[in-house]
């Protein structure tokens, strides 16, 4: 006989689906890179068909860009709106991205998908296109903007906006590919919280007056 639980977890399979198939398709990415994963092979790993996975994604590009949407865009959201509401210094709330940054590196799999666009942009440069304009053509925009209204307000320094936000961020890139692909193979643990706090520690007392 079958229980409850069952019957629920059934009814909830198709709309569990594109999430089912985006970690099937992360997993096989790393495991064996883009190119030489198959969507028969992510659809096997997701319990699907082979016919069934076209249902959901045409191809393994947009399977990519689907993975970049759902891991990171949702990410730029929060924070566009944190940046938004906040009123009153900018150091506090560069303090605060900086950690919620730091949280997604750790707990969510964003280590794994920026070192797969790092290593396939330049075969698959559709791929590296695509992050540059909907991640990277995003975040560093909201980021400059905090700098640029610390300068106006006389909180910070005059300084290069464009070239403070690259500093800022960069040990967060440092982590991500840190625990990508150095820890696998033994590397220590970097703790990116903690890189996070120091980063944000080095950049707020460099912008003081």
């Not at 198939?21 to 495991?31: G, H, N, Q, R, V």
């Not at 191809?59 to 689907?66: E, G, P, R, V």
Request: net charge neutral; charged share 25%; proline share 6%.
């Amino acid at each position: 006989m079958t229980d409850q639980s069952e019957i629920t977890a059934r009814k909830r399979r198709p709309e569990a689906r594109p999430s089912e198939i985006l970690e099937a398709a992360l997993d096989l990415f790393t495991e064996r890179g883009f190119n030489a994963t198959r969507l028969a092979d992510v659809a096997s790993r997701a319990g699907l068909s082979k016919a069934a996975i076209y249902l959901y994604f045409n191809d393994k590009t947009s399977l990519l860009t689907a993975l970049v949407q759902a891991t990171v865009g949702a990410n730029i959201s929060l924070a566009s709106d944190m940046i938004s509401k906040h009123q009153g210094p900018v150091a506090p709330l560069l303090r605060q991205l900086l950690s919620f940054m730091a949280g997604r590196m750790e707990e969510t799999r964003m280590p794994d998908l920026i070192k797969l666009v790092i290593s396939e942009s330049r075969a698959h440069p559709e791929i590296g296109h695509f992050y540059l304009d909907n991640v990277i053509g995003k975040a560093l925009p909201l980021f400059q903007s905090l700098i640029e209204r610390g300068i106006a307000s006389g909180e910070f320094r005059e300084v290069d906006p464009r070239l403070t936000v690259k500093c800022l961020v960069g040990p967060m890139l440092l982590g991500a590919i840190w625990k990508s692909a150095f820890e696998p193979i033994g590397a220590d643990p970097i703790d990116i919280s903690a890189l996070a706090a120091h980063d944000a520690d080095l950049i707020i007392r460099a912008l003081r007056p």
